[in-house]
């Protein structure tokens, strides 16, 4: 099992800068690939960036140049650097880990948490 804690979010203007986290924590040595997820009001959850055990350099064609995705392999934590913040970011933002667990492959998400851009 693997569990996810995130921090960070909350309310910018836009053009602002947030940075999310997710510390992981369980068999961290099973995930495979660790990253973000949105979803806003009404609409289905995206993915937004995720690092895979050789980078970090996948990106949403709506973030890419916006947001940054890294990770601290000695905290098994990820960072979401968002620069250049839009209305159309507002969202909740999951943390999710993919691992291999019992010869398959299971998600984990963290509880989600709240990004709001707006004037």
């Known amino acids: 099992q693997v569990q996810l804690v995130e921090s960070g979010g909350g309310l910018a203007q836009p053009g602002g800068s947030l940075r999310l986290s997710c510390a992981a924590s369980g068999s961290i040595n099973r995930i495979n690939v660790m990253g973000w997820y949105r979803q806003a009001p009404g609409k289905q959850r995206e993915l937004v960036a995720y690092?895979?055990?050789?980078?970090?350099?996948n990106y949403a064609d709506s973030v890419k140049g916006r947001f940054t995705i890294s990770r601290d392999n000695g905290k098994n934590t990820v960072f979401l650097q968002m620069n250049s913040l839009k209305p159309d970011d507002t969202a909740d933002y999951y943390c999710?880990?993919?691992?291999?667990?019992?010869?398959?492959?299971?998600?984990?998400w963290g509880q989600g948490t709240q990004v709001t851009v707006s004037a």
């Open positions: 690092c895979t055990r050789g980078d970090c350099a």
């Open positions: 999710n880990a993919r691992a291999g667990v019992y010869g398959g492959v299971m998600d984990f």
